[in-house]
Structures are given as structure tokens and as C-alpha cells.
T-cell receptor, first 114, second 114 residues
Framework: AQSVAQPEDQVNVAEGNPLTVKCTYS??????LFWYVQYPNRGLQFLLK??????LVKGSYGFEAEFNKSQTSFHLKKPSALVSDSALYFC????????????FGGGTRVLVKP | NAGVMQNPRHLVRRRGQEARLRCSPM?????VYWYRQLPEEGLKFMVY????????ESGMPKERFSAEFPKEGPSILRIQQVVRGDSAAYFC????????????FGPGTRLTVL
């Protein structure tokens, strides 16, 4: 069975500082990995994905993520955080062998302070 | 191109009533997924449907819950005899084909059971 872990419930960072949101995963086959962001009372917005190819993936709003197969991680990063980045971030995995469903982590709340 | 539409956005039901949640996928998308988000938790997969077919219902509770995606019209998630534990945000996502990568999420329906 596939699973995703986001070890931090909340990450606090000062505006302008680097932001990292951690994610590790477990799948039986090759993973498809995704990051989504959720603002209050809104749906999920797609940020980026890793399917194959370069381990460093660039996405929307200046975010990027690095796929590390040996550590089974897919951490989300942003070099310089903005107050507007404050939101709930979800990592998700899709194991192609297990069908199309996404398995989500529990989410990490990011608070960027001015 | 309009995004995934869900209605109603908010639904209040008393215990024992029925709840019907509607999802219109993005234009050209024939694959629909339903997820449930309990307060302060991540999203949990419920069901995956194509037009007139249920492909994967491994996340659906065995009783009271049903889903359909008819040839014409929106996908419907139906919850009979609601209980307080059904209170959650229900998100619909769509994708254009089975092997597509991202799922595009709607704004969700927030169900409150009194």
C-alpha cells in the first residue's frame, strides 16, 4: 500500500527566509509525486509534480521540489518565502500499479511572518 | 475553460437526512474522483468514476454512501441517513484521461450535520 508522511504539522519562517516542507513516501512501484496548496476554505491548487526525469522539479509561484529516491523523499522548497505563502501544503503520491487514486499526507501548515 | 465545479459549497443537514453533493468536471474530462477531508486532516480517497462506471470504490464506506457519474450531467455523491461523523469537506477532482498526471480539484462542499 502507498503512504505519505509529512512529519511537521506546522512550519514557521520569517519572510524572505528559505522555506522547506518535508515529505517522505512509500510505494511498491515507481512513484508519481505531487504538491498541492490549500488556502482557507478553498480547494487544492496544484503546485508541481514529479513523474520522471530530472530530480529537481520547478513549479508554480517559485516553488521547487527535489525527488530523492534513496531517501524516498520529495521535499518542497522555496528560496525566499512570502507572507502570502502562508497556507496548508499537501504532499501526495500516486502508485501507478495501485490505480489512479492519490494518497495524501496529513498536511503541513506554513506560517510566514513579516 | 471553467474549472471543476461543485455545488452546493455549503450544506447543512440534520441527522438522518440525505445529502447530495454535485460535481461537474472540467470540460473534456471524463474521470472524476471524490475525496473527503475531515477537520485538521489530509484528504482521503473515496471513489473513482468514469462515465457510467465505478472504477475504484475502495475508499467508500460500505453503508449509506454511493456515487454515480451518469452519461449526462454531473457526478453525484449521495450520503443517506447522515450522522455527525459525516461532517467534512468533500472534494471532487477530475482528469482528462486515465493515464493523466494531475487531478484538478474543485472548491469543495462543506457538509455540516447538526
Amino acid at each position: 500500500a502507498q503512504s505519505v508522511a509529512q512529519p511537521e504539522d506546522q512550519v514557521n519562517v520569517a519572510e524572505g527566509n528559505p522555506l522547506t516542507v518535508k515529505c517522505t513516501y512509500s510505494v511498491s512501484g515507481n512513484p508519481y509525486l505531487f504538491w498541492y496548496v490549500q488556502y482557507p476554505n478553498r480547494g487544492l491548487q496544484f503546485l508541481l509534480k514529479y513523474i520522471t526525469g530530472d530530480n529537481l522539479v520547478k513549479g508554480s509561484y517559485g516553488f521547487e521540489a527535489e525527488f530523492n529516491k534513496s531517501q524516498t523523499s520529495f521535499h518542497l522548497k522555496k528560496p525566499s518565502a512570502l507572507v502570502s505563502d502562508s497556507a496548508l501544503y499537501f504532499c501526495a503520491v500516486r502508485d501507478k500499479a495501485a490505480g489512479n487514486k492519490l494518497t495524501f499526507g496529513g498536511g503541513t501548515r506554513v506560517l510566514v511572518k513579516p | 475553460n471553467a474549472g471543476v465545479m461543485q455545488n452546493p459549497r455549503h450544506l447543512v443537514r440534520r441527522r438522518g437526512q440525505e445529502a447530495r453533493l454535485r460535481c461537474s468536471p472540467m470540460k473534456g474530462h471524463s474521470h472524476v474522483y471524490w475525496y473527503r477531508q475531515l477537520p485538521e486532516e489530509g484528504l482521503k480517497f473515496m471513489v473513482y468514476l468514469q462515465k457510467e462506471n465505478i472504477i475504484d470504490e475502495s475508499g467508500m464506506p460500505k453503508e449509506r454512501f454511493s456515487a454515480e457519474f451518469p452519461k449526462e450531467g454531473p457526478s453525484i455523491l449521495r450520503i443517506q441517513q447522515v450522522v455527525r461523523g459525516d461532517s467534512a469537506a468533500y472534494f471532487c477532482a477530475s482528469s482528462p484521461w486515465q493515464e493523466s498526471d494531475e487531478q484538478f480539484f474543485g472548491p469543495g462542499t462543506r457538509l455540516t450535520v447538526l
